[in-house]
């Protein structure tokens, strides 16, 4: 089995990043560990939280794994608290990463325009480090405007598209993938581009309804995919269809505006859709 560890903080409450990688990835069947980078009360979109910052812990612990020989075969980061964390990662991919292993970086900062309430101006510049190093990197289009220097539109074509996955390619990942990209009103989806000049996209109707923790419930799920041995693009179509199925089970709900979307009723499904795609590619390794 797979092993991967993920670097995001703890939300107590409310589904984003650790609560939702964990039970993701297990259920895709790849063991999740965990390097805890801050402990919040809630996600910061909630009025009032606290936030304890953990970075004192991340050299100890990685000092520990490596007396321990213990390896990754995936590396997984999210929500970064502070600056100063995002050169600690960096310094953790440099101790950890290999040709061996994947470093997917969701740089979760930002959305419909603006950066979220715990970051300065500052952050997106040491984001942009943290996703050089990356195999791959995840962002949404205002991510990908901050870590590039690209104004933000709400109106675009495929040019901006992709002229945008070529400057993320320029901060010197491997591979870019856009989430959030439409040029449909009902449509919505992914594209990517890799250095070997490779690019895909897919779309799924767009929901309605937008929640948050969505993107970290799209990031586990691709890397859960990538894990398993699918290609890239089947897992970020099947991360897509996913994350709609949860959207659309939480719909009736009031309180997902809060809690995240109710991804716990569609694990089955996810079980489901992997299996199938495991089989149509002729995987023995379930
Ligand atoms: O879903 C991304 C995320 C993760 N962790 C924390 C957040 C957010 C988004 O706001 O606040 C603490």
Redo the contacts with the bound molecule.
Sequence with gaps: MKRIITL??I?CVGR??ITVALPVLSAMGVECGILPTAV?ST???FKTFTCKDLSDQIEPISDAWEKEHITFDGIYT??LASADQCRQICHFFDRFSSENNLVLVDP?MADNGKL?A?FNEAFPAEMARVCAKADIILPNITEACLLTNTPYQTEYNEDYIRSLLEKLLDLGCRTAVLTGVSYEPDRLGVAYLDRSGKSFSYFTRRCTQSY??T??LYSSAVLGGLMRGLELGDALALAADFVVACIEATAASDSARWYGVEFESQIPLLCQMLSRRLDEKGNTAR
């Design positions: 995001q903080d939300s984003c990043s919040l996600h910061t979109m999210g929500y979760a979220y715990a948050h923790g993107g970290d």
